[in-house]
């Protein structure tokens, strides 16, 4: 079966913290828009399991954050790819949508 979704009505944003919309969860993956102000940062933590992760920057600009303050430029278009169990995080520099697609699901 497919299926279309609308990120765009979830397009809210908080000066202070993220906002998180839940768009897609199956026994396959999960799919998670957040939704970052400018400034907020989605601090960098891991999950003690196999899998891997991705996060794509579908609007704005800042940067993902890794282990050992490791620190990558991100921006509209750019995808991260990683094991669920190394560190990951994002940094908004601008407001900034992200959407995170874990598989398998936690």
Request: charged share 25%; proline share 7%; aromatic share 6%.
């Amino acid at each position: 079966m497919m299926k279309k979704i609308d990120l765009d009505p979830a397009r809210e944003f908080h000066p202070e913290h993220m906002k998180k919309f839940l768009v897609h969860d199956s026994a396959y993956f999960r799919i998670i828009n957040f939704n970052l102000g400018a400034g907020v940062v989605f601090p960098v933590h891991s999950h003690d399991l196999d899998g891997q992760l991705s996060i794509l920057v579908i609007e704005g600009e800042g940067e993902f954050l890794g282990k050992d303050d490791a620190v990558i430029p991100a921006k509209t278009g750019d995808i991260l790819i990683s094991d669920i169990q190394e560190p990951h995080g994002v940094k908004a520099t601008t407001n900034m949508r992200i959407i995170v697609t874990i598989a398998p699901p936690l």
